[in-house]
């Protein structure tokens, strides 16, 4: 069979890198065919790093508590990306971290300070004079937890509680969020009754108290696709509680992570109307962790939805986190320690050549990260060449015999059995030496 002698793709002149969805300096951007009709005018997200993440494992004392705080502020600034962070009061501790954040609130911090109880009239008299405009309020949902938390179970026992917590907050000037807690296995005979109970509650009250919803994917059951059968539709939850009355930006979507789909099932959420995704910041919390919001958040810039936030400023939150023995882990996207980091000889080479080949969006620009790599044995003299660029500015051919004796020598080793990636502090000296003998030559 012979060859063929033509193409059947034709050439052109210019390469055509869509700009459009991947602009040079901003992240990747949705250009829609047809834009969603139920997608919000803006959306936001809320944090949970003081509850949900302390109680997945953060060690919070006053003093870390304020310092998370504090970069939730730096991050956010005046794009609105983080309106609010719920803390606990049942600690002392809880409770100095929210009165010294409320101080910072009050004297110009972007994020408000809100709590989270459990739906109890013990538990709203706790809020009550503690000087926050709304409160979190735990109602599980489902019954797998209105059968067997409560003595006696059931949805009737479980929504009269709820009710008359509903009822102390709001007669203490508060406005209530209601945490639907395991929604994705809710029956929807639970859902939308107490919902509208709790909106004709508090139809007697000023305008500033409508209470708010969170969808609570408690076990990370959801899924994003529109056509599956409630209770698991993501979509389809906030297109019926937006049905029942609860305009979009009422409502807040709080997922977590155990079948992976917890970004996915933002978005789809968003998509479908919700305006609010609450989550934490690099994704501390139980099990396999909350929503991160710096993940979301990067798709709600693509969607022109918020502005975006300053993703520098994430790399001190996560330094903070390493010294609290807390770091994310090294293939955690955007952050962690491997996240831009190669070992291929080919995409060293491409990322010589042209570095957007291999990279998702402006990395150092964007995050403040290098595009980095790791020499193996795979990483060839292209690895070789992106290191001693990265490092010393020097551009060294393949030819330089300094460097074909460097790449010799780690092959050397790796053919001897090494089976650890060098970095860059293990030959730093050698190939220093390298590009100063380059730029000698005037090669």
Not at 199 to 219: E, G, N, W
Request: glycine share 10%; charged share 20%; proline share 8%.
């Amino acid at each position: 069979m012979t060859a063929p002698t033509s193409s059947p793709v034709p050439d052109v002149l210019q390469p055509e890198l869509f700009p459009s969805s991947f602009p040079p300096h901003a992240f990747p951007q949705v250009v829609w065919d047809e834009r969603p009709s139920t997608l919000p005018p803006r959306a936001w997200t809320t944090e949970t790093t003081h509850r949900d993440g302390q109680q997945g494992g953060l060690p919070l004392t006053t003093e870390v508590g304020l310092a998370i705080y504090e970069h939730m502020g730096t991050f956010s600034g005046t794009t609105g990306a983080i309106r609010q962070a719920e803390f606990f009061v049942y600690r002392p501790a809880d409770r100095a971290m929210l009165e010294r954040a409320l101080e910072r609130w009050r004297g110009g911090h972007p994020v408000e300070p809100t709590t989270w109880i459990r739906a109890t009239r013990k538990d709203a008299d706790l809020v009550a004079g503690l000087g926050v405009r709304e409160t979190g309020m735990l109602a599980s949902a489902s019954d797998y937890h209105t059968f067997h938390k409560f003595t006696p179970g059931g949805r009737a026992q479980a929504a009269r509680t709820y009710l008359d917590a509903v009822q102390a907050v709001l007669d203490a000037g508060l406005r209530p969020r209601l945490h639907l807690e395991d929604a994705t296995r809710a029956p929807r005979d639970f859902i939308l009754p107490f919902v509208e109970a709790v909106q004709v509650l508090a139809a007697a009250y000023p305008s500033t108290q409508a209470p708010r919803f969170r969808i609570c994917d408690t076990m990370g059951l959801g899924v994003p696709w529109e056509g599956a059968a409630w209770p698991r539709s993501v979509p389809g939850q906030v297109r019926t509680l937006i049905g029942a009355g609860i305009p979009g930006e009422r409502l807040e979507f709080h997922p977590h992570n155990d079948t992976h789909l917890v970004v996915a099932n933002c978005v789809a959420a968003v998509l479908a109307g919700c305006a609010a995704i609450n989550g934490t910041l690099l994704g501390k919390g139980e099990r396999t962790g909350n929503a991160p919001l710096e993940g979301v958040l990067l798709h709600l810039t693509g969607l022109g939805l918020v502005d975006a936030p300053d993703f520098t400023a994430l790399n001190d939150l996560a330094a903070l986190y390493d010294s609290l023995g807390q770091g994310v882990p090294a293939k955690y996207p955007l952050y962690g320690r491997d996240a831009h980091r190669t070992r291929a000889g080919i995409h060293a080479d491409g990322l010589n050549k042209f570095w957007p080949m291999y990279a998702p969006f402006d990395v150092p620009r964007l995050l403040g990260r290098p595009l980095d790599l790791s020499l193996t044995k795979d990483s060839g003299l292209a690895g070789l060449i992106f290191l001693i660029r990265q490092h010393t500015g020097a551009t060294v051919s393949k030819t330089a015999p300094g460097l074909i004796t460097l790449h010799d020598q780690l092959n050397a080793e790796f053919d001897a059995g090494r089976q650890t990636a060098v970095e860059w502090e293990e030959i730093a000296e050698r190939a220093r030496a390298v590009a100063a003998a380059v730029v000698a030559s005037g090669e």
